[in-house]
């Protein structure tokens, strides 16, 4: 027993003395602190909050009637009134022959090129002229991102290319070759009137393939009257399987949503925030306030309103994103370099030749480890971009001569 006892006594000796050397050494440090000092930068912060809401846009479904059918068009993609965006199909074997047709008047596209220059293009010099010129507008329509450029051209140069490896009596043969393929190609033609139908754009607008049901549910004149309470108990109509997408008719798209009413106190109709949605965009969208609600049990609708990037969102509808609501502009000093005065005033000492100097300074923003405070350059005995903040010293004073 005693020896267990002694054993006790010495681990609590050793716990003492290890707290007593703790509490000394930032004893120690407190009083004997060196110098460290920060350089005070301009900075901006913003308070905000990372929520959830609606895209909301003005859009019409687009239905078909048949079996089958195949778009056109791709996601987001700006199609003009008339514009061919689908071909329905009302059997597999009517897609087949679509398939067969499309193979042959790709294919025709390529020999009347070849035959058309086989008599204005007799020299070598001349052919390879019209290649080059040909692959040039391709890598411009490329670079711009114009596939329908691309495709018109690609039969060009196919044609060229085979006109420039093929032999006078090669060419020759074209004719017979052209004819017995437009022969299969207006019969099968004839065939598609019955059970095969392009269908075109009613309206011009944004091509989307995706309908969720909120499409007659969230449009832009039921942001005027909705509430809170409403946008909580939202829910999609039932989608029609009929529809094969639709088009969004504004360029203008909303996002909506709600938020603790303190968040929103100074913003105004008209005011700029700027919108960090997840997925869909790497940088800041700066969106319009188009309408801000009554308050209902410490929240307000908000409703956001842009008129680009339409092309980038048409497949969003319930998104998450970081809203910032107020911006803060200043400069940025560290929360430990902040002082008050016995007038419970705020300030920072700076070192200004080699000794300390008081400085004033009225805080903006909390920014967790700092604070955004006024960068007031009105008077040099305000606190610039560039001043040495004094984070931490031994007794300091205005005045003080200071060793780094």
Known sequence: MKQGKTYTNIILGLFLAAVVCYFGYYLYEAKYEPLRTVTAIEYEAGAGSYTSGFVVRQEVPVRSGYEITTL???????????????????STDAQDRQ???????????????????????????????????????????????????????????????????????????LSQRISGLTNELQSLTAQAGSDTKTMSAQMSGYFSGTVDGYESVLTPEALQTLTVKKLEKLQPEEVDPAFIGKLITDSTWYYVLAVDEQLVQDLRIGDTVP???????????????????????????????????TQNVTLLREQSADVVFTSYEGLRVPKEAIRVTEDRRTGVYVMEAGAAAWKYVDILHDNGESYVVVLDKTSTNNLWPGDEIIITADELYDGKVLQG
Not at 137 to 166: F, I
Not at 283 to 305: A, F, H, Q, Y
């Open 72 to 90: 056109m068009v791709s996601e987001g993609e700006r199609v003009a009134s008339g514009q061919s965006i689908a071909t329905g199909y009302r």
């Open 99 to 173: 398939s067969r047709i499309d193979r042959l008047e790709h294919e025709l596209e390529q020999l009347d090129y070849a035959r058309t220059y086989s008599s204005e293009a007799d020299e070598q010099a001349e052919l390879e002229a019209q290649i080059e010129n040909q692959l040039l507008t391709m890598s411009r329509a490329v670079a711009r991102r114009d596939m329908n450029t691309v495709a018109e051209r690609s039969a060009a140069v196919k044609g060229l290319v085979l006109r420039q490896a093929s032999s006078d009596e090669e060419i020759a043969a």
């Open 275 to 309: 919108v960090s949605f997840v997925s869909a965009f790497y940088e800041e969208l700066p969106m319009t306030v188009n309408r801000l609600g009554d308050p209902e049990n410490g929240k307000r609708l908000l409703v956001l309103s842009c008129d680009r990037y």
